[in-house]
């Protein structure tokens, strides 16, 4: 939930930008916390998010994060709001089953930051960037799967249809025959290692000044760590858990994010455009809307922010407003969730 939620490797001064919240303000107006109310920060990251909303109204946060780094890292802050602040290593897809464990449903708000944090960009160990050498990991959590396994052993049809649906990139297939080539003599195992591979593969830096491997690390972490499955799963459990005017609030960092967000709230307001043309009319009828959109159009970073802290720039944040209607059923398909399946 910090300013490195997001690619960050253009930033040219990490350290500025790290642990600064991004859209603080608009989250705040978009959450609206009030006293006496339950709030949960799905990703917790360093707890920007959680110490705004605590110090904003005498109410509680339920905070989750998968990292068990942000989980030890936040503890002075649990200790600073006493039972205020309840903190749990958790996915934020898993929110519902963590907020009746805590027997604090339903709540007045769900905030979630997605992507990668600031923390993680900035640590080479955790293998997220391309900035710093370090081992080619990518995972949030300390389970599953890493992104080395991932480029040593996937098909080559695999790894080119990875890197095209969750990286949106061209070259997808150039790179997947060149990763495949320089594996057969070799393990790739380090950010290095790949970067160079992916920037060979594409003929070095492109127009907009980007690195060449931008977008394969992208798609690699996001594979990794299922984060548009994720998201999914997450904006229907805080559907399940808010109560009637309890606010959704969703902070997104590139567009596959932000087209399955803004798909699930104009879907569940009722909009037509977020209705799926597959299903009965009769069946569309019967649904009736579970949220109204706060925000037409999703909110960005001030001038004055990306001057503080350059990593905000592709943030957009979107929120809603639960009604009283019941949850609807998740069909990660209607909202258009990347399949890199076929």
């Known amino acids: 939930m910090?300013?490195?939620?997001?690619?960050?490797?253009?930033?040219?001064?990490?350290?500025?930008?790290?642990?600064?919240?991004?859209?603080?303000?608009?989250v705040l107006e978009g959450l609206q916390p009030q006293d006496g109310g339950v709030y949960v920060d799905g990703t917790f990251g360093a707890g920007g998010y959680t110490r705004a909303i605590l110090e904003a109204a005498n109410c509680n946060v339920l905070a989750l994060d998968r990292d068990p780094s942000a989980i030890l890292g936040g503890q002075p802050l649990v200790r600073e709001f006493g039972d205020r602040l309840t903190l749990v290593e958790s996915r934020f897809s898993e929110l519902e089953d963590v907020v009746r464990e805590q027997g604090v449903a339903p709540v007045?708000?769900?905030?979630?930051?997605?992507?990668?944090?600031?923390?993680?960009?900035?640590?080479?160990?955790?293998?997220?960037?391309?900035?710093?050498?370090?081992?080619l990991d990518m995972r949030m959590a300390s389970s599953g799967l890493s992104a080395a396994d991932v480029v040593n052993d996937a098909e080559e049809e695999?790894?080119?249809?990875?890197?095209?649906?969750?990286?949106?990139?061209?070259?997808?297939?150039?790179?997947?025959?060149?990763?495949?080539?320089?594996?057969a003599e070799a393990p790739?195992?380090?950010?290095?290692?790949?970067?160079?591979?992916?920037?060979?593969?594409?003929?070095?830096?492109?127009?907009?000044?980007?690195?060449?491997?931008?977008?394969?690390?992208?798609?690699?972490?996001?594979?990794?760590?299922?984060?548009?499955?994720?998201?999914a799963r997450a904006m229907a459990a805080a559907e399940r858990c808010l109560k009637p005017g309890g606010r959704l609030v969703v902070v997104t960092f590139h567009s596959l994010e932000d087209r399955?967000?803004?798909?699930?709230?104009?879907?569940?307001?009722?909009?037509?455009?977020?209705?799926?043309?597959?299903?009965?009319?009769?069946?569309i009828k019967l649904q009736l809307p579970s949220f109204e959109i706060v925000n037409r159009r999703p909110l960005t970073a001030s001038k004055a922010e990306?001057?503080?802290?350059?990593?905000?720039?592709?943030?957009?944040?979107?929120?809603?407003?639960?009604?009283?209607?019941?949850?609807?059923?998740?069909?990660?398909?209607?909202?258009?969730?990347?399949?890199?399946?076929?």
């Open 188 to 231: 790739i195992e380090t950010t290095r290692v790949l970067a160079e591979t992916v920037s060979k593969a594409v003929g070095g830096r492109r127009g907009d000044d980007q690195h060449p491997a931008t977008k394969t690390f992208q798609a690699l972490r996001i594979y990794v760590n299922d984060e548009l499955g994720e998201l």
């Open 108 to 135: 007045d708000g769900v905030v979630l930051d997605i992507g990668v944090s600031s923390m993680q960009l900035d640590q080479a160990e955790r293998g997220f960037s391309f900035q710093s050498d370090g081992p």
């Open 158 to 183: 695999d790894l080119a249809n990875i890197i095209f649906r969750l990286g949106e990139e061209r070259r997808s297939r150039a790179i997947a025959r060149a990763i495949v080539r320089v594996r």
């Open 2 to 26: 910090t300013a490195g939620r997001g690619p960050g490797d253009r930033s040219t001064n990490p350290d500025r930008a790290r642990h600064i919240p991004v859209l603080l303000a608009e």
């Open 260 to 283: 399955i967000v803004k798909r699930f709230m104009q879907e569940r307001a009722g909009k037509e455009e977020g209705v799926s043309r597959h299903l009965p009319e009769r069946k």
């Open 306 to 342: 990306l001057e503080v802290n350059p990593r905000a720039r592709s943030a957009r944040l979107r929120a809603a407003t639960r009604t009283d209607q019941p949850a609807w059923p998740l069909d990660e398909k209607r909202l258009a969730v990347p399949s890199t399946d076929d």
